[in-house]
């Protein structure tokens, strides 16, 4: 639409782009009889209808029309802006428009155009109402929104504190140390304490030390401690829940209950001057079973402790509950375990002292043996040699089995000594075979050391390797039927590892006791009548031998197929380098 008589280029364009669409009326005048010059479809609208009228003559007349001449005039005159004013209608009914006048300078600063606004009251009434409902809503929204964040960034602090507690109570295993970490634990709250109370092994209810997040106030509690002994107050701790069911205690009016539990004027002087406000005592339960309690006390005027306060505490106090049981658990043990070595300890004392004790005899029993035999006592029959053999067979038989409790107990002890060196696996089975080639023979069997080059070597002390292989091949002797398949040994390289496999065609081993043989003591049922005895210390002495040279020993087994056993040593050549 385009708009004539205005002369300024702004008012034109911002007129003809905007105010022919705007959703109010608007309209423009010139000169002081204010001709009308321009006038957008919503002004024209009203004026047609005889709602509004500025002075000229209408195409139709209305009582109730708006006369926008006075107004007109004032501004013309004044060349000030009236904004908002009510117009009532020409019959002095209620007012229904609300008009604002711009003036527009001429050249010689004096108005020369009038810029009109025409708004419905109601309307604007109603814009005003949505308006409102709008900002209360807004308003409500952000409130929520606040709450909302407030509630997160409490949920936020409260699982931050849960964390530093729970790594706190989890530094330490030592039970002084936990019990010092929970007597120092508090909810968030500014001013809250607490008292730990925790129930001994024996029933007994041990009060830890009370700590005040305020150090003025720690000798107050100290003095207040000495002269009320906890065990007649009922009213925290965990004496009030072991009277009573509940498992959370919540006095909101502390003051007079701390009034009726308190032994005199003095205690409740200085419970005033600590300060208290509201009391919550939550239990250590652990396993179902209540094992203390944690009474928390607000600041003197707190407000009452909160859903999620008490739901803080009750998290808290299960954490301090299994920390101070595990730290128990772990005394506990502790102790079981240096009774265990005591008793060990003495046990391998004793296995020593009667070792060495038994061999004076044995040797002396050995001696005389043989000098019966050898007829320095006088003559000796054909049934007598074969009596005093088998004496001397027993003898050392003996013998070997106090040497083995004598190897055990070295073992055990950390006494015995190793030199580690070039040790040739070849040369070792060949001394083992010269060893063993009689007992081997005995049953009827031979020995088979296959694939042992001379120049493959180990590092280990070459007297506890061939203490491992006469152990293993004995062992292999003793569970092999008379006259089986042969023993057979063979050496390979692994990496940096000398294997050095032990076989046989034995009655085997059932899986589930593949580990126990190597305990102390253990031996496999007697199912070969003619087995050799023994005290079960030779694969035990073996594995921990061949440990202690930084290696290990393993086994294989199918019953009634086989046994191998494994010697696994450091290579000579990769210890060096």
Not at 177 to 204: F, H, Y
Request: net charge negative; charged share 25%.
């Amino acid at each position: 639409m385009e708009v004539d008589g205005l002369e300024d280029p702004i008012i034109r364009a911002s007129v003809g782009r905007h105010l022919a669409f705007a959703p109010v009326a608007f309209a423009v005048t010139e000169g002081p009889t204010h001709v009308l010059v321009y006038a957008n479809e919503i002004f024209r609208r009203l004026q047609w209808a005889g709602k509004i009228r500025i002075g000229d003559a209408t195409t139709r007349e209305s009582r109730s029309a708006c006369d926008l001449a006075p107004l007109l005039d004032k501004v013309f005159v004044s060349a000030n802006t009236e904004r908002d004013v009510l117009l009532p209608p020409a019959n002095e009914g209620a007012a229904s428009w609300s008009c604002t006048i711009w003036p527009v300078s001429g050249s010689e600063d004096t108005p020369d155009k009038l810029v009109i606004e025409v708004r419905d009251v109601e309307l604007i009434e109603s814009i005003k109402d949505r308006q409102r409902i709008i900002a209360e809503r807004l308003l409500l929204g952000a409130l929520r929104e606040q709450d909302a964040a407030r509630s997160a960034l409490e949920a936020t602090d409260r699982a931050q504190y849960l964390a530093r507690a729970s790594r706190e109570l989890t530094m330490s295993l030592d039970e002084d140390a936990t019990r010092d970490t929970v007597r120092r634990l508090a909810l968030p709250r500014p001013g809250t304490w607490c008292v730990v109370d925790v129930l001994e092994s024996n029933g007994a209810i041990h009060r830890l030390a009370v700590v005040h997040p305020d150090p003025a106030k720690v000798e107050l509690i100290r003095r207040l401690e000495e002269q009320w002994p906890f065990t007649q107050s009922e009213v925290m701790g965990a004496r009030s829940l072991l009277q009573s069911d509940p498992p959370t205690v919540i006095t909101y009016n502390s003051a007079e209950v701390l009034s009726l539990a308190s032994h005199g004027e003095e205690d409740l002087r200085l419970l005033r001057e600590i300060g208290y406000g509201a009391m919550l005592v939550v239990p250590l339960i652990v396993r179902a079973r209540v094992q203390g309690a944690i009474t928390f006390i607000s600041a003197e005027g707190d407000a009452p402790f909160s859903t999620e306060e008490i739901a803080l505490a009750v998290d808290l106090a299960g954490r301090c509950a299994m920390a101070l049981d595990n730290a128990r658990l772990y005394r506990e043990a502790d102790a079981l375990r240096l009774v265990a070595e005591l008793a060990n300890k003495s046990k391998a004392e004793f296995l020593g002292s009667m070792s060495h004790e038994l061999r004076t005899p044995l040797n002396a029993i050995g001696g005389f043996t043989e000098l019966i035999d050898m007829g320095l006592h006088g003559p000796v029959s054909e049934q007598q040699h074969v009596a005093l053999a088998r004496i001397k067979a027993n003898q050392q038989h003996l013998l070997t089995m106090i040497t083995e409790i004598l190897n055990f107990v070295r073992v055990e002890s950390g006494r015995m000594e190793y030199h580690l060196g070039e040790v040739s696996m070849a040369t070792a089975l060949t001394d083992v075979d010269a060893m063993l080639c009689g007992a081997i023979e005995a049953k009827g069997m031979g020995l088979s050391t296959a694939s042992c080059e001379s120049t493959l070597m180990a590092w280990a002390d070459p007297d506890r390797v061939r203490q491992i292989l006469v152990n293993l091949v004995m062992n292999a002797v003793k569970y092999t039927p008379r006259g089986g398949d042969n023993i057979t040994v063979a050496c390979e390289v692994v990496g940096d590892t000398v294997l050095t496999h032990v076989a046989d065609a034995g009655v085997g081993i059932a899986a589930d006791k593949l580990e126990s043989i190597f305990e102390p003591f253990v031996q496999l049922s007697a199912t070969v009548r003619d087995r050799q005895g023994g005290v079960g210390l030779g694969l035990a002495i073996s594995r921990d031998l061949a440990r202690a040279m930084n290696g290990n020993l393993t086994v294989e087994s199918t019953v009634g197929a086989g046994s191998r056993f494994t010697l696994e040593l450091p290579l000579a050549k990769a210890v060096e380098s």
